[in-house]
């Protein structure tokens, strides 16, 4: 049985927490286009920083898949090539999911300069009271669920060459692939610009890859890094070889990554709210990366190794972190819709909002309290097991918790 860690599922489980306050108060505030954007308040850039934080889960997945594989491959003696398969497998189950649900179920594509938004299919009935099909924007939009399965599927190939190696090379390797994908995203700056050209000649199997690599929304380039970072992380702490001397040199590398983030936002123009792709992003990137490699070393040394009181909950919700991150939309819209009902403008003031989105996030946890008692049963988590179980791929994991 492969060892489920604490710290994996706490951070899920935080970070869907945050993500379902984050969006109900993104989605469900009524003056969202009233905001000067120049001069927001101090909470709106907060939600700003914060909703760009998608590497954090680009990296806890690889590092949780990086710690199975090793696990596999040293104590159940699986093939490299079996573990090529599960990576492949899991990757094009998440790729599958990922346009089921954004078509299906994702939120908003927000226009801030028109207001011409674009809901999701179930989100525009919810919103609109009517059925409208997909827009083509939503086959070319990296969502969250798509940039982990792209790192799966890229990642799938450099996993099976390194697994077999000596720690220490493994290491070499991964984190100088890591610096070197951080360092080519750069490019990015420059080549974020020809998207809209591309599109406008109408090479569409083009611009589907440069949406891939180079889109608004987690592209490869950067989230790759923050995958390979992972899963040279995840190897560690699963073989906890010399665990000071490879928590130093982790700590050493995320604390010159958050400095260099540091300095760019000290000397570039502040851009953050604009969603540009310039220099400001690109210190941003580098802040990420090393602030979110902090958090899960952090989160090992204390979660995976100490008894912490009051983590139960949070580890409840990390298990089902999926299934949440699926479904918080349409729910969402329905409480916004009942609250209207009962309290006509609510959501035309930001505490108003934020009290509803932290309410919703309230709801959330409790719903998988009492979910566990069925042991999450059709859970998306659930669901994937099975389809796993039919393409020969076992999950191997303690299920649902056991910790």
């Known amino acids: ?64 898949y990086g710690a199975t594989a090793l696990s596999r491959y040293e104590n159940d003696h699986r093939t490299r090539r079996s573990i090529l398969a599960d990576y492949l497998k899991a990757g094009v189950v998440l790729l599958v999911l990922s346009y089921i649900y954004f078509i299906l179920l994702g939120p908003g594509l927000l226009d801030l300069e028109h207001g011409e938004h674009d809901f999701s299919i179930i989100f525009g009935v919810l919103r ?40 220490k090379t493994r290491r070499i390797i991964l984190i100088a692939s890591a610096a070197a994908v951080f360092a080519l995203s750069y490019i990015r700056i420059p080549i974020f610009s020809r998207g809209a050209e591309i599109k406008e000649k109408g090479n569409w199997i083009l ?45 050493a590398i995320g604390a010159i990554w958050t400095i260099a983030g540091i300095v760019g936002f000290l000397s570039l123009p502040d851009t953050m709210l604009e969603r540009s792709i310039d220099e400001f992003w690109f210190a941003a990137i580098l802040f990420q990366g090393g602030v979110f490699l902090l958090i899960l070393l952090g989160s090992h040394l204390i979660f995976d190794h100490h008894r912490v009181f009051g983590k139960r909950g949070v580890l409840m919700i990390g298990s089902v972190s999926l299934t949440l991150f699926l479904l918080e939309t349409p729910f ?12 006509p403008g609510w959501n035309s003031s930001l505490p108003g909002t934020l009290l509803f989105a932290l309410i919703m996030a309230l709801f959330w ?3 998988t309290h009492l979910w566990k008692r069925a042991g999450f049963r059709f859970s998306a988590e659930w669901l ?20």
């Open 207 to 251: 611009y589907f890859c440069w949406a891939i690599f180079f889109n608004k929304n987690d592209p490869i380039l950067p989230y790759l890094g923050f995958g390979l970072l992972g899963t040279c992380l995840g190897f560690d702490i699963h073989s906890e070889e010399s665990r000071k001397k490879t928590s130093i040199l982790y700590i």
């Open 332 to 343: 969402t819209e329905v409480f916004a819709k009942l609250s209207t009902i009962l309290i």
């Open 1 to 64: 049985m492969t060892k489920r860690y604490p710290s994996f599922d706490i951070i899920r489980g935080t970070g869907i927490l945050i993500v379902v306050l984050l969006h109900a108060a993104l989605y469900q505030y009524g003056e969202l286009l009233s905001i000067d954007f120049e001069n927001p308040p101090l909470i709106i850039t907060i939600i700003g920083f914060l909703l760009m934080w998608a590497g954090l889960f680009a990296m806890l997945s690889a590092a949780a």
């Open 128 to 167: 609109h009271g009517e059925l409208r099909g997909p827009s083509s924007k939503r086959l070319f939009y990296n969502t969250s669920l798509s940039m982990l399965a792209h790192n799966m599927l890229i990642l799938a190939p450099v996993v099976y060459l390194v697994v077999a190696l000596r720690p």
């Open 365 to 367: 946890y409790g719903v």
């Open 384 to 403: 994937i097991m099975q389809i796993y179980k039919l393409v020969k791929r076992e999950s191997g994991k303690e299920w649902p918790l056991s910790s």
